[in-house]
C-alpha cells in the first residue's frame, strides 16, 4: 500500500470521529435546549400543580363521609295560650280584626298594658259560639270585626289609673265629650273587674262583605255616652236596625247584650265565671 493510499485512509477516520463527535454534540445540546428554564413562575405553576395534585390524593385519601344532617324541625311556638283559650281568627276564617287597645285609638290614647299584638283570644266555648253568629252572618252579607275580646287584668289596672289623672283628657272629644272621666266608673262604662278577663265577652260589629264598610251604628266603638246604648231615642231607625241584626245574631248564639254598649257581648254559659285572667295578649 502506498504512503498515499494510507494517509488517505487515515483522514478519512479523522473525518469519521470528528463527524461522531458533533453528532453527539448536537444531540445533546438539542436534548440540553428543549429543557425549560426553572424560571421563578414555572418553578411556581409545578409546585402548584403538584401542590393540587398532592392536595387532591391527600383529599380523596383522608375525605370521611359526610355527615347526616335531619331536616330542622319548626320552632316551637314560643307563646302557648292556656288551656280552653283560643285564637278567635283560628276557629273563624272570616273574623276582621280591629284590637283598639294595641293601638292608641281608644280612650286613653295609648297602647293598653298586656295588649302585645293585635289578636283576639277567647274561651273555646266563647269562640265556638261566635263562630254560629258569624256564619249566620256571612250568610246575609256580614262579616263581624273585632275590637276586643279577652283583656287581661293589667290592662284593667290601666283603665284604673288612667281614669285617676284628672289632667289626662287627650281622648275627650272624640270618646266621652259630654262626660266627666271621673263618673266613668259610676255610670258603668269602666269597670274595677272587666267580664272580658274572664275570656268570654267580645265587643264588635258589623262589615258588609260587598263594600268593605261597617254599618252605621250610630255611634263609635267605645264611644262612652247614652247614643251607645241599646234603646236609645239618639239614633235613626236605619241605624236601630243595624244593632238589632248584630243583637239577633248573638243572642241566639248564646250571648247576652249589655244595655250600656251595644258592642258588648258576653257568653251566658260562660266556663270560668268567677275566674279573672291576666295573661298577655300575644
Known sequence: MTNYTKNKNNYLLIFKFIVIVFSALFLFSSCISGMEPETASGVAAESGAVSASAAASESVMVQEPLPVIEPAEPEPDQYSLPDGFVYVADIIPTILLEIRYFSEDNFTGTIIDGYEASKAILTKEAAEALKIAADALYERGYYIKIFDA???QRAVNHFIRWSQDPFDTKMKE????????SVL???GYIAKRSGHSR???????LVEVSTGEELDMGSGFDFLGEISNHGTTLITPVQEKNRIILRDAMVNAGFAAY?????????????YPDTYFDF???
Do not use: A, N
Request: net charge negative; glycine share 2%; no cysteine.
Open 150 to 152: 279577652y283583656r287581661p
Open 174 to 181: 272624640k270618646y266621652y265629650p259630654e262626660l266627666d272621666k
Open 185 to 187: 266608673f259610676e255610670l
Open 199 to 205: 275570656g268570654s265577652t267580645v265587643d264588635l260589629t
Open 259 to 271: 244595655s250600656k254598649e251595644w258592642w258588648h257581648y258576653s257568653l251566658k254559659d260562660e266556663p
Open 280 to 282: 298577655p295578649v300575644k
